[in-house]
């Protein structure tokens, strides 16, 4: 899984949000907000790490357990999904 190469991550004003560039940018008119570990997240799919990279890389970024690593990376890219911002 990837994120989509019109899809960048910009802070603004302290907040992190996904914005469509490129063609994208015309049909995409939505604004995804994210905190810090989701910017974490995005910036790995970005790399192309795999869903298991992610998490491992997650678990030694933040103080969080093996469930609750797994059930928001899942609703997160279940968001990225919705959005149509992974490939």
Same mark, same amino acid.
């Given at each position: 899984?990837?994120?989509?190469?019109?899809?960048? $991550?910009r802070e603004?004003? +302290?907040?992190?949000? *996904? #914005?469509?560039?490129g063609?994208? %940018?015309? /049909?995409? =008119? =939505? *604004? #995804?907000? $994210?905190n810090e %570990? +989701?910017a974490?997240?995005?910036r790995? $799919? !970005? &790399? /192309?790490? %795999?869903?298991?990279? #992610? !998490?491992?890389?997650?678990?030694e &970024?933040?103080?969080?357990?093996?469930?609750?690593?797994d059930?928001d *990376?899942n609703?997160?890219?279940?968001?990225?999904?919705?959005n149509?911002?992974v490939d």
């Amino acid at each position: 899984m990837k994120i989509k190469k019109d899809f960048v $991550l910009r802070e603004v004003g +302290g907040t992190y949000v *996904i #914005v469509a560039t490129g063609p994208t %940018s015309k /049909n995409f =008119k =939505k *604004i #995804v907000t $994210l905190n810090e %570990s +989701g910017a974490f997240i995005f910036r790995k $799919l !970005k &790399e /192309n790490f %795999s869903i298991n990279d #992610v !998490k491992a890389a997650v678990l030694e &970024e933040y103080d969080i357990n093996d469930v609750q690593v797994d059930k928001d *990376i899942n609703q997160f890219i279940n968001t990225l999904k919705e959005n149509n911002i992974v490939d």
